[in-house]
């Protein structure tokens, strides 16, 4: 779905889709020097994570292995509160791996900060954070993200993965949602 499709819907785009992929490629080609000779294991984050995974495996140039986690953060409605529940756990033991985590959006960082100690407990010979997008709010908490795509403002943004109620999740872009939406 293009951002004109939905125009209406839409606030402000804040990144088209070619310059996420532009973005993908630098952050690519530093990826490609740090993990030089080494196969890593790409920890995706469902369901947000999944465009970025996607466009990223692509655009790198050397060998990569692929696995899912699906997890909940309790909390009172969009605040998460860094209660984490595993809803889907990896097939992959990682014992050895240098392992880098693919997310979507960090927020307060809760999530990611348990998600990252959560990984490096099984002995994970690294264990690393991708996010495309940063909130500011993300620098109160002391979770280090080795590659961000974009600062963003610290606004409730759909697009490329990120949903408003599952929906926009197809958006070749990222958006903030304009407020009828909501209502
Ligand atoms: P924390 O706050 O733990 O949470 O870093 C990150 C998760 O919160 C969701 N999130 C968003 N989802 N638009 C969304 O669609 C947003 O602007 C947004 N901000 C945070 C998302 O699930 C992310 O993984
Ligand atoms: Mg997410």
Do not use: C
Request: glycine share 8%; charged share 30%.
């Amino acid at each position: 779905m293009k951002l004109d499709d939905v125009s209406a819907d839409l606030e402000e785009v804040l990144l088209t889709e070619d310059q996420i992929h532009e973005r993908l490629a630098e952050l690519s080609r530093q990826i490609e020097k740090d993990y030089e000779g080494e196969t890593p294991l790409l920890v995706g984050v469902l369901k947000g994570a999944v465009m970025v995974m996607a466009d990223l495996a692509k655009e790198l140039r050397m060998p990569i292995e692929m696995d899912w986690m699906a997890v909940s953060s309790y909390g009172s409605g969009t605040q998460s509160s860094g209660v984490v529940r595993i809803l889907k756990d990896l097939d992959t033991d990682l014992i050895g791996r240098r392992v880098l985590i693919v997310e979507d959006i960090i927020d307060s960082g809760l999530t990611l900060s348990w998600l990252l100690a959560n990984l490096r407990s099984r002995g994970a010979k690294s264990v690393d954070i991708l996010a495309l997008l940063r909130k500011p709010d993300a620098a109160k908490v002391d979770v280090e993200v080795k590659y961000v795509g974009f600062e963003i403002p610290s606004r409730f943004v759909v697009g490329y993965g990120l949903d408003y109620a599952e929906r926009y999740r197809n958006l070749r872009g990222v958006a903030v949602l304009a407020p009828h939406v909501y209502a």
